[in-house]
């Protein structure tokens, strides 16, 4: 829902002392999106959807989150707890003039769309997540699924340094082996390769396992919620997505498509036509 006379165009928010950077665009008075986007990429993750959106009358606000924006990249694991992250978005929709927004975040930024589908529905239309499953419907399919072999990246990831080490210079060869398309490969390994912005990304990955009692305990997401799900996803498989459901108190749907991990990049029609019909009435 967006308030005509607060709705204002925008480039950067800033939360404390951090200044996020953000492509804002699309009509000012028509319904607005937000695209979060997961490791390792950025807010150029959804070029490909965004003027779909727009064209369809629809306002789009996507952030370079925290770790990614070059004048937002706290160096402490700490500070990038969920709850940290929850409140960059909410400032992002109090910046841009918004009350209500329809969320979409992919991989990282979908188990962020989750979680704030628990802890803030009251400043959610909905929700569209892409690709990743409700984080509690991931770690059940640990221990009852190949889950944990698919998830073992994340644990090398909670090291210091040697993660930085084995991806620079090699992340945008890795990203085409996984499937996402060379172009966006290519972006992806020129972005990460400034000094910082690994490090970052990664530190989403280090925080997940730090107590967290600023975070809200919600699970269960009460908007309507659409999950798209690309069975050819290396990283997350069936067992996680097909559980997801039961932590959803609200009009669900799950969207199984022939595709791998990499949705906004692989398949932006397809992902831009599932919001427009997530928003559209």
């Known amino acids: ?19 996020f950077d953000v492509a804002d665009s699309g009509p000012l008075d028509g319904p607005t999106v937000v695209l979060l986007h997961g490791f390792p990429a950025n807010r150029h993750s959804f070029d490909g959807v965004v003027p779909i959106l727009n064209a369809a009358g629809l306002r789009t606000l996507a952030p370079d989150q925290r770790g990614y924006s070059d004048r937002a990249r706290p160096r402490r694991r700490r500070d990038y707890r969920a709850a940290e992250l929850q409140r960059d978005v909410l400032a992002l929709l109090d910046a841009a003039g918004v009350e ?9 930024g979908g188990a962020l769309a989750w979680q704030l589908g628990a802890a803030a529905p009251e400043r959610l239309t909905g929700l569209t997540v892409l690709s990743t499953p409700h984080p509690a419907a991931l ?4 221990v009852t699924s190949a ?18 080490t084995l991806l620079r210079g090699r992340l945008a060869a890795l990203l085409r082996r996984m499937g996402l398309k060379p172009s966006a490969a290519d972006d992806y390994g020129k972005f990460m390769s400034k000094r910082g912005r690994l490090t970052g990304g990664l530190n989403w990955y280090r925080g997940m396992w730090l107590p967290d009692r600023g975070a809200p305990r919600a699970r269960t997401v009460t908007v309507p919620t659409t999950y798209v799900w690309g069975n050819g ?5 069936r067992r996680a997505a097909e559980l997801s459901q039961s932590f959803v108190r609200a009009r669900y749907q799950f969207l199984e498509i022939e595709e791998n991990h990499w949705l906004p990049e692989n398949a932006p029609g397809v992902v831009a036509r599932q919001i427009i019909a997530d928003v559209v009435p």
């Open 1 to 19: 829902m967006t308030d005509r006379s607060t709705a204002k165009r925008i480039s950067t928010y800033t939360r404390g002392d951090l200044t």
């Open 147 to 164: 889950q944990l072999l698919r998830s073992f990246y994340i644990l090398v990831f909670q090291l210091p340094v040697l993660p930085e």
């Open 139 to 142: 770690v059940r399919s640990l």
């Open 100 to 108: 209500r927004v329809h969320l979409v975040g992919h991989d990282w």
């Open 233 to 237: 996803d290396q990283a997350l498989g």
